[in-house]
T-cell receptor, first 116, second 114 residues
């Protein structure tokens, strides 16, 4: 089946630094990818929709300058957390839409970010 | 606007017992409903989804869910729990069949004891 891979699986960074998370579709092309974050003991919240070759669409309340999304190819979307703070510590998960022609979305395994 | 409410943040069952995880939704448009399972430190795996047609949906690992429009519910069941079913379960709603831009419930942790 289709696979979505995230890298890294976990990362620890210092406050004020930036960290990049990659989301790759391994055996299909994904024109659209989605980024979610999950706080401990809470549900996943959609952060943004990443469209290949165009700007991402951010959900209300998500700072686009802090969470930079780049979808430069049909198999790769990146999320960069800039000037990270401890409150950015979270589990970040991406998903990829196998469309067109399919009605299925696949999720990556997630990236646990800890900012110290 | 759409929203999802999962009743019970934690459900505990014995191995072999019935599993029932509750989900109610709110949607101003015909909903597409999903159940996902998340194992520790892993991403989400789709269990099943309701789009149109038959209201009883069968998924993987013996799970099934019934869409009840009159009750705005989409409860997840499994006749006989396995130890391997212990995980976090999320109910979600979307405005499209693919399940993009999902609105998730808060999740229910299922524990299975021997």
């Amino acid at each position: 089946g289709a696979v979505v891979s995230q890298h890294p699986s976990w990362v620890i960074c210092k406050s004020g630094t930036s960290v990049k998370i990659e989301c790759r579709s391994l055996d299909f092309q994904a024109t659209t990818m989605f980024w979610y974050r999950q706080f401990p003991k809470q549900s996943l919240m959609l952060m943004a929709t990443s469209n290949e070759g165009s700007k991402a669409t951010y959900e209300q309340g998500v700072e686009k300058d802090k969470f930079l999304i780049n979808h430069a190819s049909l198999t790769l979307s990146t999320l960069t957390v800039t000037s990270a703070h401890p409150e950015d510590s979270s589990f970040y998960i991406c998903s990829a839409d196998v469309s067109p022609g399919h009605s299925v979305v696949f999720f990556g395994q997630g990236t646990r970010l800890t900012v110290v | 606007a759409q929203s999802v409410t999962q009743l019970g943040s934690h459900v505990s069952v014995s191995e072999g017992a019935l599993v029932l995880l509750r989900c109610n939704y709110s949607s101003s448009v015909p909903p597409y409903l999903f159940w996902y399972v998340q194992y520790p430190n892993q991403g989400l795996q789709l269990l099943l989804k309701y789009t149109t047609g038959a209201t009883l949906v069968k998924g993987i690992n013996g799970f099934e869910a019934e869409f009840k429009k009159s009750e705005t519910s989409f409860h997840l069941t499994k006749p006989s729990a396995h130890m391997s079913d212990a995980a976090e379960y999320f109910c979600a709603v979307s405005e499209n069949q693919a399940g993009t831009a999902l609105i998730f419930g808060k999740g229910t942790t299922l524990s299975v004891s021997s």
